[in-house]
C-alpha cells in the first residue's frame, strides 16, 4: 500500500507537518505490505520474515514488480512493555546496519518480534480507544532525547513506554506573572517519547505555582482552551485557527511581584492517558 502517498510503492517514508503536533515536529508515513492471508498489515522494510525465513525485499519499476531474495541474517527478539493503554502499533526504526528495517511491535499473535540484530529507535505508534464518533488517539512520537533500543542475536530485549507520564511544558516568566505556553504542552513517557495529536482528549491541565524551594503550591487553575474559533483580536482578525484546538491556549497566571517561582502542571484524568502530572520547573 502506497500509503506514503507518493505514487510510488516501497519507497523511503515521507514525513508531514499534520495540525495538532508540536513545532519542528513531524508525523511519518511510510508504505505497508500485507503477507498472505493475514488481516493486519506491516510496514514496509528492507529485511521481511516471511514463512519462518528471511529476505531481503526491493521494490523494482517504481513499485510495480517485487523483489524478494532469501539472506540469513542474525536475529533477537523484541518485547514491547507498554504501561497504560494497549497501543495499535508501535514501529521501530533500525539505524546503522539495520538501516531501512521497519517493525511492528504490536502483534495478533502478542509475541516477542523478531529482528535482525541491531540498534533500533522509536518510529512512531498509535494510542487509540472506543469507536466512530467517541474515537480518543494520539500518536506516539520520538522526541530529542528518547532512548534507542539494541538488541544481540539470539537475546531478547525489552522495550519499556508509556507511563507514568510527565507533562512537558515552556513558560515565561514575568515580575507579576508568568504564562503557560499552550503550544508547548505535550504529554512525555518513560522512554522520552512523545504523545501528540490528542483526539477527543486534549490537554487541559490545571497550573500551580509556588515560592521557588518551597514544598506547596498555589491552588490550581484551569489553562485557557479556544472556545470561540471565529473570536478576533482588536486588529479584526481572526485570532486563532483550527490548529491552535489541538491544545490548551497560551494561560497567563499571577504571582507576588518579583518572586521567583516553580511551576507545576497536572490533570487529575484525561480521558486517554489518566492521570498526569508534571516535575515542578
Do not use: H
Given at each position: 500500500r502506497d500509503d506514503n502517498m507518493d505514487g510510488v510503492y516501497g519507497s523511503d517514508p515521507r514525513t508531514y507537518a499534520y495540525?495538532?503536533?508540536?513545532?519542528?515536529?513531524?508525523?511519518?508515513?511510510?508504505?505497508?505490505?500485507?503477507?498472505?492471508?493475514?488481516?493486519?498489515?506491516?510496514?514496509?522494510?528492507?529485511?521481511?520474515?516471511?514463512?519462518?525465513?528471511?529476505?531481503?525485499?526491493?521494490?523494482?519499476?517504481?513499485?510495480?514488480?517485487?523483489?524478494?531474495?532469501?539472506?540469513?541474517?542474525?536475529?533477537?527478539?523484541?518485547?514491547?512493555?507498554?504501561?497504560?493503554?494497549?497501543?495499535?502499533?508501535?514501529?521501530?526504526?533500525?539505524?546503522?546496519?539495520?538501516?531501512?528495517?521497519?517493525?511492528?511491535?504490536?502483534?495478533?499473535?502478542?509475541?516477542?518480534?523478531?529482528?535482525?540484530?541491531?540498534?533500533?529507535?522509536?518510529?512512531?505508534?498509535?494510542?487509540?480507544?472506543?469507536?466512530?464518533?467517541?474515537?480518543?488517539?494520539?500518536?506516539?512520537?520520538?522526541?530529542?532525547?528518547?532512548?534507542?533500543?539494541?538488541?544481540?542475536?539470539?537475546?531478547?530485549?525489552?522495550?519499556?513506554?508509556?507511563?507514568?507520564?510527565?507533562?512537558?511544558?515552556?513558560?515565561?516568566?514575568?515580575?507579576a506573572g508568568v504564562k503557560v505556553k499552550g503550544k508547548s504542552v505535550t504529554v512525555i513517557g518513560v522512554a522520552n517519547e512523545r504523545y501528540e495529536r490528542m483526539w477527543n482528549c486534549t490537554l487541559r491541565p490545571e497550573v500551580s505555582s509556588r515560592k521557588a524551594g518551597s514544598k506547596k503550591g498555589s491552588k490550581p487553575e484551569k489553562m485557557n482552551v479556544v472556545l470561540d474559533l471565529y473570536e478576533q483580536g482588536e486588529d479584526g482578525m481572526n485570532k486563532w485557527s483550527t490548529a491552535d484546538t489541538w491544545r490548551p491556549a497560551d494561560s497567563s497566571f499571577e504571582i507576588k511581584k518579583g518572586e521567583s517561582v516553580e511551576v507545576q502542571l497536572t490533570e487529575k484524568k484525561n480521558k486517554l492517558l489518566g492521570e498526569l502530572e508534571s516535575t515542578w520547573k
Open positions: 495540525p495538532g503536533l508540536g513545532d519542528q515536529i513531524f508525523q511519518p508515513e511510510l508504505d505497508c505490505v500485507v503477507v498472505g492471508d493475514s488481516k493486519r498489515a506491516r510496514p514496509w522494510s528492507k529485511y521481511m520474515e516471511i514463512g519462518g525465513a528471511w529476505y531481503e525485499m526491493a521494490a523494482e519499476d517504481s513499485g510495480v514488480s517485487l523483489k524478494a531474495t532469501p539472506v540469513s541474517v542474525q536475529t533477537g527478539t523484541f518485547k514491547l512493555d507498554f504501561k497504560g493503554p494497549a497501543p495499535t502499533w508501535v514501529i521501530l526504526k533500525g539505524v546503522g546496519n539495520v538501516d531501512k528495517c521497519f517493525y511492528d511491535l504490536v502483534t495478533d499473535t502478542k509475541k516477542p518480534v523478531a529482528v535482525p540484530a541491531g540498534t533500533y529507535e522509536l518510529y512512531c505508534g498509535e494510542l487509540r480507544t472506543g469507536k466512530k464518533q467517541q474515537v480518543m488517539k494520539c500518536l506516539i512520537l520520538p522526541g530529542p532525547n528518547t532512548v534507542k533500543f539494541t538488541v544481540a542475536a539470539g537475546a531478547e530485549t525489552t522495550i519499556k513506554l508509556g507511563g507514568p507520564f510527565d507533562l512537558e511544558f515552556s513558560v515565561e516568566k514575568g515580575e
